[in-house]
Nanobody, 129 residues
Framework: QVYLVESGGGSVQAGDSLRLSCVASGPTWSYAALGWFRQAPGKEREFVAAISVISRGYGSTLITDSVKGRFTISGDNAKNTVYLEMNSLKSEDTGVYFC???????????????????WGQGIQVTVSS
């Protein structure tokens, strides 16, 4: 069983920055990537970013086009933590952000929430314009 705990959310103004953290616990061999999804009120959960998990830490990253250039995903192997750095936030970035773990590693799979096996409880991010 993999447990994921998100932190770092909150309410900010448009143009501000936030850094979300996701601490993963459990057998690291059971997942090949960690990702971030978000869900706005009345909308489906959508992919934001993912990072592959390799033997020495974290590897390649994947970012959805709508946040490219503003959001960055990274990891700290020593802390078993993945970060989502969000800059120049917009009102449309508002939503509940979820951390998730996947056994898959292809870019197409990682963009699809159905390929994630474990999910955190989610954390609210609210951006006011």
């Amino acid at each position: 069983q993999v447990y994921l705990v998100e932190s770092g959310g909150g309410s900010v103004q448009a143009g501000d920055s936030l850094r979300l953290s996701c601490v993963a616990s459990g057998p690291t061999w059971s997942y090949a990537a960690l990702g971030w999804f978000r869900q706005a009120p009345g909308k489906e959960r959508e992919f934001v970013a993912a990072i592959s998990v390799i033997s020495r830490g974290y590897g390649s990253t994947l970012i959805t086009d709508s946040v490219k250039g503003r959001f960055t995903i990274s990891g700290d192997n020593a802390k078993n933590t993945v970060y989502l750095e969000m800059n120049s936030l917009k009102s449309e970035d508002t939503g509940v952000y979820f951390c998730a773990a996947s056994r898959y590693s292809s870019a197409s799979d990682l963009r699809d929430k159905r390929f994630y096996n474990y999910w955190g409880q989610g954390i609210q991010v609210t951006v006011s314009s």
